[in-house]
């Protein structure tokens, strides 16, 4: 099998959407115009000749599930993403690139998987976070709402793709737990990379090149941002509205 290893992290607690379907053991497992999320977006990554393993992290008791028939493996999930992740990572070779997918993403797309792949490559960074510029959001899918972080490059908001080196996971589970929490706050984004770049953030003055120093400076690691632009990237499921949307997406292309 050729292609990179994909981990798709479909664990964590229920929340208000999962409750939308009963038995769902958390969102990944709502279903979105008759498919769940979690296999949704492993489709996604299936349809890029440059994923060649898929491993699903998630709940053991949805291990059975239908939902996840397209994956290669099953991991059992943490109580926290760090520990999903470390789950998803374990005894994958140290220095490779791995792709890692949030489980919302209901229109992943096989040129977006292949795209982020490409840049991913290029930049070859220990831990690459996906994002999105706004105009390219807007103008695939302007009713589709996201938070935005302006810099001086542009405007940005956090996608649902990052790559990273096993080999960089201890060095980097607590920043990546922050990130997390972070991902739909600029403040808070700006507050990981040191309050002496706020001021910067504040006037719309900072630079991905400079969050990107600062970032490799903190976690003694190279960070890299992956702008996509491929909209569907960024497209989640996060709240209960969000799943008419995704809904409605769906029919358009479908």
């Not at 220990?126 to 390219?136: Q, V």
């Not at 807007?138 to 589709?144: G, H, I, N």
């Amino acid at each position: 099998m050729t292609g990179l290893t994909a981990v798709v992290l479909a664990g964590g607690p229920p929340d208000e959407v999962a409750a939308l379907q009963p038995g769902a053991p958390n969102k990944a497992f709502v279903e979105i115009a008759g498919k769940a999320l979690v296999q949704r977006t492993i489709e996604g990554l299936r349809s890029s000749p440059e994923i060649g393993r898929i491993v699903a992290v998630a709940p053991v008791s949805a291990h059975d599930s239908p939902a996840l028939a397209g994956a290669d493996e099953k991991r059992p999930d943490g109580i926290r993403i760090t520990e999903s992740l470390r789950s998803g990572l374990r005894d994958l070779p140290p220095d490779e690139l791995v792709i890692v997918a949030a489980s919302d993403l209901p229109i992943l797309s096989e040129a977006a998987v292949t795209d982020f792949v490409a840049h991913a490559a290029m930049l070859d960074p220990d831990l690459g976070y996906g994002c999105l510029e706004k105009r390219t959001h807007l103008a695939a899918y302007p009713d589709v709402p996201h938070t935005w972080a302006p810099l001086r490059d542009g405007t940005y908001c956090g996608g649902g793709l990052i790559c990273i080196k096993p080999r960089a996971l201890p060095k980097l589970e607590r920043f990546i737990e922050r990130l997390g929490a972070a991902r739909k706050s600029p403040l808070a984004l700006a507050r990981l990379f040191g309050w002496k770049m706020l001021a910067t953030f504040a006037l719309r003055q900072l630079s991905i090149e400079a969050a990107e120093a600062r970032a490799s400076e903190l976690l003694g690691a190279k960070v890299s941002a992956i702008v996509s632009g491929y909209a569907e990237t960024a497209v989640n499921v996060d709240r209960v509205g969000d799943v008419a949307l995704a809904e409605a997406l769906l029919r358009t292309s479908g």
